[in-house]
C-alpha cells in the first residue's frame, strides 16, 4: 500500500526555488491499477520518482507497505527500489552491451540471489521471450525490448509496478499486447502505477488521478 | 554482486574500446617494465659484487712499486720493492693473517713441438689461499721447493690446454724460457675476468725465479690478507709507514710504491648500477604517473559515456557502493592487466640486458611482487576519483542522460 500525505518536493533552478509538488495526498491500494495524466511540467514525473524512491520529498510522509520511506538513507532505499518496486520505462532502459538474460539478471544480482540465471530465464518465460534468452536488446524489437524490461521488473516479485509511458515508444498494436501483460500482473495481485497523457491507457486502469502545477485535481474512475 | 560478476563487466566494458583501453594501458606497462628492469639490474650488480668478493676476497691487499697515480702512468723506480720489504711489512704491521710476495713476466713455454707465451709467476703456498685460487689436481710447491728452489711449476687450464691439449700433464716437463720444469700441478678454473685471464699462468717458486730464471731482486708485488675487512685502513697505513721509513721518502714526498684493494672496484660497480636504478626508477616514476592519469583520464569518459547504465543501475537496486566498487575494479582491471603485460616486458627487458649488454640481471619474485603492487596501487589512487563521482551521481538525472 502507498500512502503520501502532504508530499512537497523544491527545486532550485539557478538562483530561484521552484515548488514542483505542492501538497499531494495519495493512497493507493495494494492490487490497485492506477494512471497519473498531467500535462508536462505538472509534477507528474516528480510524484513517479518520488513513489519508486527515487527521489526523496522535501516534506510530507511517504509511507510504503507500512514503513515510513521518505526518512530512510539512500542505501536502504536502493534496496526498496530493488526489491519492492519495478521500473517500466519509456526508452527501455536496458544495458545495451548485454544479452536479455543478462538484463533481467542485473536486480538479483544487487539482491545477492544465489542462482540469478534459473530466476531470471523464469521471468523471460513468463513475458513470452523464452526463445530470446542469448539476444542483445539491438536483436530485439521495441516490444520485444520491454518485455526484457517487464521481466526484469518482476525478477524480484516486487509488490509495486511503476509505468512511465511505458507504451509511449511502440506503435499502438505493440503498446497494446503490452498493456496485456501488465494487466495481467496486476490481475495476479501487483499493484500498478502508470504514468501517460494517453487517456486510451488510462482507460485501462481502474482509477485515473490528474496532476496539474503541483497539486492533485481531480480524481476519476 | 560478486567479485566476479563485477570482474565481467569491467573485462566487457574494457574489450568494448580495446584500442583506447591499451593505449591507456600503455603509460602502466613502460612504467612497471622499467621497475621490474631496474630492480632486476640492481639484483644482478648485487649478485656480481658478491660473486667478486667471494673470487677475489674483501680482505686482500696488494702492494706494487710505482706510485699510483691517474692514468696508470707509474713514476720511479719499479725496482724498489725487494723481499726484505715484504718480511718487514709482516714483522711490523698487525692485522696481517698471511703474506705473499710475487714476480711475474711473460714468457715463452715449450713441450715437445707446442710453444706458448703465458704469464710466469714466481710466489709462495700462501698465494692459493690469498687470492682463493687452489689446485685442482696435484700439488701446489711448498716451503721446501722454495728453499731448494726447485724446478717445478703449477699451470692454469688455459696453459695445460694450449700445452697438453687432453693428455696427462702431470709429471711432464715443459721448458720454461728454455729451462726445464716438471708439472706438479694444475690450478682451478678461475675465469676470465675484463682485465686478464688468470687461468694462463704458469706459477713457479718465488726464489726459482728470482735466482734461477731471472736472477732478479726485487719484486713485483706482495699480496697481503688482512685479518678483516674492518682493518684495511688500518693495515694500509702501516703499510705506508714501514715502507717509507724502510725507503726513507721524507715528508710531503709521493710514495714509490702503492697499496691497491678491491673496495674501490666494488664501489665503482656499485655506484654505475645505482646510477642506472635512479635513471630507471625516474623513468618508472614519470610513466607511473603519466599512466595513471590516463587511466584517470579514461574512467572519466567512460563515467560519462555510461551515465544512463549508472541511472538503470541504481533505479533496480544499486547500491552507492556497488557503483563506486564497479567503477574502482573497472580501473584496477586495466592497470593490473597493464601491470601483469609490464611485468613480462621488464622480465624480457631484463634478460635482454644481459644478453646484449655486458650487465648481469636477476628476476626475483619480490620484484614481480612490487611491480603487481605498483600497478595496484597506482589503478587504487587514480580509479577512485573517477569511480566517486559515478557514485554520486543522481539516479534520475543519470536516467534522463542521453
Known amino acids: 500500500m502507498i500512502e503520501l500525505t502532504s508530499i512537497t518536493k523544491k527545486y532550485m533552478m539557478g538562483s530561484s526555488e521552484v515548488d514542483v509538488l505542492k501538497g499531494v495526498d495519495l493512497k493507493i491500494e495494494s492490487g490497485e491499477f492506477v494512471s497519473i495524466m498531467g500535462p508536462s511540467g505538472s509534477g507528474k514525473s516528480t510524484l513517479m520518482n518520488i513513489i519508486g524512491c527515487l527521489d526523496r520529498p522535501t516534506g510530507g510522509s511517504y509511507i510504503l507497505n507500512g514503513t515510513r520511506v521518505d526518512e530512510m538513507d539512500e542505501e536502504a532505499l536502493a534496496k526498496v527500489r530493488n526489491t519492492n518496486i519495478g521500473f517500466v520505462f519509456q526508452t527501455f532502459n536496458l544495458l545495451a552491451r548485454e544479452s536479455a538474460t543478462e538484463n533481467v539478471e542485473l536486480p538479483l544480482l544487487y539482491s545477492g540471489v544465489k542462482e540469478p540465471r534459473a530466476l531470471a530465464v523464469e521471468a523471460l518465460k513468463e513475458v513470452g521471450l523464452g526463445h530470446r534468452l542469448g539476444h542483445r536488446p539491438n536483436e530485439l524489437s521495441g516490444g520485444e525490448r520491454q518485455r526484457v524490461a517487464i521481466a526484469r521488473a518482476i525478477v524480484l516479485n516486487p509488490s509495486i509496478i511503476l509505468g512511465d509511458e511505458p507504451t509511449g515508444n511502440l506503435d499502438s498494436r505493440t503498446g497494446a499486447e503490452i498493456m496485456d501483460i501488465l494487466k495481467d500482473l496486476n490481475a495476479k495481485g501487483t499493484t500498478l502505477v502508470v504514468v501517460t497523457h494517453d487517456p486510451a491507457i488510462a482507460a485501462h486502469s481502474q482509477r485515473v488521478i490528474n496532476i496539474m502545477d503541483g497539486v492533485i485535481t481531480g480524481r476519476a474512475g | ?402
Open chain 2, 1 to 402: 554482486m560478486l567479485i566476479w560478476q563485477v570482474i565481467k563487466v569491467a573485462w566487457r566494458s574494457i574489450l568494448a574500446n580495446k584500442m583506447r583501453t591499451a593505449l591507456t594501458m600503455l603509460g602502466i606497462i613502460i612504467g612497471v617494465a622499467a621497475i621490474i628492469a631496474m630492480l632486476s639490474l640492481g639484483e644482478g650488480a648485487k649478485k656480481q659484487v658478491m660473486e667478486s668478493i667471494s673470487r677475489f676476497g674483501t680482505n686482500q691487499l696488494k702492494v706494487r712499486p710505482g706510485a699510483a697515480r691517474l692514468g696508470h702512468v707509474r713514476t720511479g723506480s719499479v725496482e724498489n720493492l725487494t723481499m726484505d720489504d715484504a718480511e718487514a711489512i709482516k714483522r711490523e704491521v698487525p692485522g696481517i693473517r698471511s703474506i705473499s710476495p710475487s714476480v711475474g713476466s711473460t714468457g715463452q713455454l715449450k713441450y715437445a713441438n707446442r710453444n706458448a707465451t703465458s704469464l710466469i709467476t714466481g710466489t709462495t703456498p700462501l698465494f692459493m689461499e690469498i687470492n682463493n685460487f687452489p689446485v685442482a689436481e696435484g700439488r701446489f710447491f711448498d716451503e721446501t721447493d722454495i728453499k731448494l728452489m726447485k724446478r717445478v711449476a703449477a699451470i692454469g687450464t688455459t696453459v695445460r690446454k694450449d700445452l697438453f691439449e687432453d693428455g696427462p700433464a702431470i709429471g711432464e716437463e715443459i721448458k720454461i724460457e728454455g729451462q726445464t720444469f716438471t708439472v706438479i700441478g694444475i690450478m682451478s678454473m678461475k675465469g676470465q675476468t675484463p682485465w686478464f685471464d688468470p687461468d694462463d699462468q704458469v706459477f713457479i717458486p718465488v726464489s726459482t725465479y728470482m735466482r734461477r730464471l731471472y736472477n732478479q731482486d726485487f719484486l713485483n708485488d706482495i699480496n697481503i690478507q688482512v685479518e678483516s675487512y674492518e682493518e684495511i685502513p688500518d693495515v694500509k697505513k702501516g703499510i705506508e709507514r714501514v715502507l717509507r721509513a724502510r725507503h726513507r721518502i721524507p715528508e710531503g714526498v709521493e710514495s714509490d710504491f702503492s697499496i691497491r684493494d678491491f673496495s674501490e672496484m666494488i664501489a665503482t660497480m656499485q655506484k654505475t648500477s645505482q646510477t642506472f636504478s635512479i635513471l630507471l626508477s625516474g623513468i618508472a616514476a614519470v610513466s607511473l604517473l603519466v599512466g595513471g592519469i590516463g587511466v584517470m583520464n579514461i574512467m572519466l569518459v567512460s563515467v560519462t559515456e555510461r551515465t544512463r547504465e549508472i541511472g538503470i543501475r541504481m533505479a533496480v537496486g544499486a547500491r552507492r557502493s556497488d557503483i563506486l566498487r564497479q567503477f574502482l575494479i573497472e580501473a584496477l582491471v586495466i592497470t593490473v592487466s597493464g601491470g601483469l603485460i609490464g611485468i613480462a616486458l621488464g622480465v624480457g627487458l631484463g634478460a635482454s640486458i644481459s644478453y646484449f649488454g655486458d650487465w648481469e640481471t636477476v628476476i626475483t619474485p619480490s620484484s614481480i611482487a612490487l611491480g603487481f603492487f605498483f600497478s595496484v596501487l597506482i589503478g587504487l589512487i587514480f580509479g577512485i576519483y573517477p569511480a566517486r563521482k559515478a557514485s554520486l551521481l543522481d539516479p534520475i538525472e543519470a536516467l534522463r542522460y542521453e
